[in-house]
């Protein structure tokens, strides 16, 4: 059976879709792809997280078909879809149509949603944590249903990987859907998260190496990768934003991919 520890390294670069014109972003996701990099994610908001909170920024799912177009062996994905802003059965098609136009190369990132701004401005409920995360659970049997159901299938049993490390509910969350985990954590916070993603893994009698770990990094490679590396963790996640999309760290996260990898 294969373990985590066995999975080969990944790097995934997030390409912030913020402070920049599209043509930028564009050029940037070619650079990458260039460069070597596995998968090239964005992410699911409405406006800039940080700098100018009306600065230049673009939808997510639009942009993903454009990706899928212009690009050719990285996967991409969203980390993460925000859960409340689409119907579920319309996410599952979105995600089967923009894996069939990559050919096979989407990643369905997914979370329960948490920027209050962006609720406010597009006339969405924001609730609270818990009934997002209600709205989660009660979302990922209706989107893998509808993918069951769609015509034509995707090109792939797409990966699903749920974004957070709340430890009663997105943990578990992930224990029953997850095809990854992602976190945001340092070695010692990624430790004890996945510790209580295994344990939710025992409860609901999963192998828990089925499930790949994956979490956003900065620093540098060889002080922070080995020690999440004996965790499990295979997948490490570099963030960039506009408008000059730096990719210095990444180049320096491929090549300790490439060494460990070697």
């Known amino acids: 059976m294969t373990t985590s520890a066995a999975r080969p390294v990944r790097i995934g670069l997030q390409l ?9 972003i564009r050029a940037t996701a070619s650079e990458a792809e260039d460069l070597g990099v596995d998968i090239i994610f964005n992410w699911d908001h409405f406006y800039p997280l940080y700098g100018d909170p009306d600065g230049l920024h ?16 990285v996967e991409i994905g969203a980390l993460v879809t925000c859960n409340s802003y689409r119907n579920p059965e ?3 098609d979105m995600a089967r149509t923009v894996d069939n136009i990559s050919g096979g190369r989407l990643i369905l990132g ?16 924001f609730g609270t ?40 509910k997105t943990l578990k969350l992930v224990a029953k859907h997850a095809d990854i985990w992602h976190g945001f954590a340092d070695p010692e916070v990624a430790e004890r998260k ?9 409860d609901v009698g999963r ?24 965790l499990g963790v295979s997948t490490f996640t570099v963030g960039t934003g506009g408008p000059d999309y730096d990719l210095s760290a990444l180049s320096k996260w491929i090549a300790w991919r490439d060494a460990q990898n070697s």
């Open 207 to 230: 192998d828990p190496a089925e499930i790949e770990l994956s979490v956003g990094v900065q620093g540098e490679p060889d002080e922070v990768g080995p020690k999440l590396r004996e």
């Open 16 to 24: 912030q879709p913020q402070h920049a014109d599209y043509a930028k």
């Open 129 to 168: 944590a818990g009934g997002r995360l209600d709205d989660l659970a009660d979302a990922l049997p209706r989107i893998e249903s509808r993918l069951d159901k769609l015509n034509p299938q995707p090109q792939r049993k797409i990966p699903v990987l749920i974004g957070g490390g709340g430890e009663k």
């Open 58 to 73: 673009y939808e997510c799912w639009t942009m993903l078909g454009a990706w899928a177009e212009s690009t050719s062996r």
């Open 110 to 125: 997914i979370g329960s949603g948490w920027f209050q701004k962006d609720y406010d401005e597009y006339g969405y409920e």
């Open 90 to 92: 319309l996410l599952a």
């Open 194 to 202: 996945i510790g209580i993603l295994r344990a939710h893994c025992a």
